[in-house]
């Protein structure tokens, strides 16, 4: 009986040193569905054309010279249309489309993560009015 009445504060220690963890838990999210949601956006990424990021790589790296010397020449309006005419292609190519869906499952999956800084959401797609009002030989300064 001594024993028992030894260990009970022994006990109550215990529980109380432990409280605030269990009851952290409780707001813990569901790992396996986080890493299962984790899993699935990686499988999405392996599943876009490694390849189509390089021809990507280049028609950026190609768009970006061709535009600068559009505006080193002074031709302001070829490189605003040309500028304009390369987004809607990027947009509508659909590896472009595939990684930018992958992002946002691993933003999405990253969300539930309590010690991870959010992933911040892609950029959103100018309209074709925000393009106009801005210039490309400008942003490109």
């Known amino acids: 009986m001594k024993m028992m009445q030894k260990a009970k504060p022994a006990l109550v220690t215990a529980l109380l040193a432990t409280a605030p963890a269990l009851a952290g838990a409780q707001d813990m999210p569901d ?3 986080m890493q299962e949601a984790m899993e699935a956006a990686q499988r999405c990424m392996e599943s876009v054309d490694q390849s189509a990021f390089e021809r990507l790589g280049r028609d950026a790296r190609a768009f970006e010279q061709e ?4 505006c080193d020449a002074g031709e302001r309006g070829a490189a605003q249309t ?21 992002t946002e499952m691993m933003r999405e999956a990253m969300q539930g ?27 490109m300064r």
């Open 31 to 33: 790992m396996a569905a």
């Open 67 to 70: 535009i600068r010397q559009l």
């Open 82 to 102: 040309r500028a304009i005419d390369f987004a809607r292609r990027m947009l509508a190519d659909e590896d472009v489309q595939k990684a930018r869906a992958c």
């Open 113 to 139: 993560m309590p010690m991870m800084m959010p992933m911040p959401a892609p950029p959103d797609v100018p309209t074709r009015e925000e393009l106009e009002q801005r210039h490309v030989c400008d942003e």
